[in-house]
Nanobody, 120 residues
Framework: QVHLVESGGGLVQAGGSLRLSCAAS????????MGWFRQAPGKEREFVAA????????YYGDSVKGRFTISRDNYKNTVYLQMNSLKPEDTAVYYC?????????????WGQGTQVTVSS
C-alpha cells in the first residue's frame, strides 16, 4: 500500500520547462517501478515515461522522447519528470503511478494528478 502525491504542475508557455514531482509514502518505494501518465479531456490515458526500481531502465512515449526525462531519488521517496520544450499538445493532467510488482505492467497505485497547461 502506497500513497502518491504529484506536484509541480502549472501554466507554462510553449518552449518552456516544468519539473513534476511525485512523493510516495512508505519505505518500499525503492522496490517499485514508477511511471508517469497523462490524460487530456476526452482522450485516452497516455503513457509518458517509466523507470525501473533500480533506475537502470527508462522508457518514454514516442511523443515525449528527447524532451522529457524521468528520474528518482529513492532516499526521498520521490520520482521526477523533467519536461523541456513543452508543446501545447502536452497539456493534460499528469499522473504518477507505481507498480509494486516491478513489471511495468501492473500500475496498481495512482496519484490524484497535477494539471499541466502549455499555452501557444
Amino acid at each position: 500500500q502506497v500513497h502518491l502525491v504529484e506536484s509541480g504542475g502549472g501554466l507554462v508557455q510553449a518552449g518552456g520547462s516544468l519539473r513534476l514531482s511525485c512523493a510516495a509514502s512508505g519505505r518500499t518505494f525503492s522496490a517499485y517501478d514508477m511511471g508517469w501518465f497523462r490524460q487530456a479531456p476526452g482522450k485516452e490515458r497516455e503513457f509518458v515515461a517509466a523507470m525501473g526500481w533500480s533506475g537502470g531502465s527508462t522508457y518514454y512515449g514516442d511523443s515525449v522522447k528527447g524532451r522529457f526525462t524521468i528520474s528518482r531519488d529513492n532516499y526521498k521517496n520521490t520520482v521526477y519528470l523533467q519536461m523541456n520544450s513543452l508543446k501545447p499538445e502536452d497539456t493534460a493532467v499528469y499522473y504518477c503511478a507505481a507498480d509494486s510488482k516491478a513489471t511495468m505492467r501492473s500500475w496498481n497505485y495512482w496519484g490524484q494528478g497535477t494539471q499541466v497547461t502549455v499555452s501557444s
